[in-house]
């Protein structure tokens, strides 16, 4: 059963921007720290940003002041906004939900080439 679906993946230029999106129940949402991660090819799984329910937010410094997550409590989602994207950027990027439970999703590749 599939808890976290996310979208907005896909081909971006150096330079551009994309904004993925988190869709999850109101029974995770709510009682959870909600957090990106992503994958490069041959590299491990790395934390992005995290946002908690009250809204407070943590970046890896490889993408401060280019990304934003953001949280609407009203359709239980969880946005990553990426701007000035950069071909290292290029990774399989997760959705997680953190709570009494851990919930991950099924990724979406985002690639970044001129």
């Known amino acids: 059963q599939v808890q976290l679906v996310e979208s907005g993946g896909g081909l971006v230029q150096p330079g551009g921007s994309l904004r993925l999106s988190c869709a999850t129940s109101r029974s995770i949402f709510s009682i959870s720290t909600m957090a990106w991660y992503r994958q490069a090819p041959g590299k491990g799984r790395e934390f992005v940003a995290i946002?908690?329910?009250?809204?407070?937010?943590v970046y890896a410094d490889s993408v401060k002041d280019r990304f934003t997550i953001s949280r609407d409590n009203a359709t239980n989602t969880v946005y990553l906004q990426m701007n000035s994207l950069k071909s290292e950027d290029t990774a399989v990027y997760y959705c997680?939900?953190?709570?009494?439970?851990?919930?991950w999703g099924q990724g979406t590749q985002v690639a970044v080439s001129s």
């Open positions: 946002t908690t329910s009250s809204g407070s937010t």
């Open positions: 997680a939900a953190h709570g009494t439970r851990n919930y």
